[in-house]
């Protein structure tokens, strides 16, 4: 089992950046692929990005594609989210979620995947 923490929310500018961070405790943080989604108010949660287990493959929703980066680092057992150029249509509870990875090594992009949550974390960009 492993558990989720974000951090980094806040409130953003349009147009400007903001880096989230998950810490992931528990179990070997390599063996798990991660993802980042979001829900804005009214909206189904919805795939952000998601990064494999060795890093190799990452990918991500055609809304962010271009302005968001997802990395992650093993020996901190961290996964982030680069974020630039936002917009007020990024304004959303931010989740990180993580599954135990399958032989093929690569992300995963539907909630049903996914095994753990986090708690999640606010962004609000103003216009």
């Known amino acids: 089992q492993v558990q989720l923490v974000e951090s980094g929310g806040g409130s953003v500018q349009a147009g400007g950046s903001r880096r989230l961070s998950c810490v992931a405790s528990g179990r070997t943080f390599s063996v798990y692929a991660f993802g980042w989604f979001r829900q804005a108010p009214g909206k189904e949660r919805e795939f952000v990005a998601g990064i494999s287990r060795s890093a190799g493959n990452t990918g991500y929703a055609d809304s962010v594609k271009g302005r968001f980066t997802i990395s992650r680092d093993n020996a901190r057992n961290t996964v982030d989210l680069q974020m630039n150029s936002l917009n007020p249509e990024d304004t959303a509870v931010y989740y990180c979620?993580?599954?135990?990875?399958?032989?093929?090594?690569?992300?995963?992009?539907?909630?049903?995947?996914?095994?753990?949550w986090g708690q999640g974390t606010q962004v609000t960009v103003s216009s």
């Open positions: 979620a993580a599954r135990v990875a399958g032989i093929s090594n690569g992300y995963y992009t539907a909630r049903r995947d996914y095994s753990y």
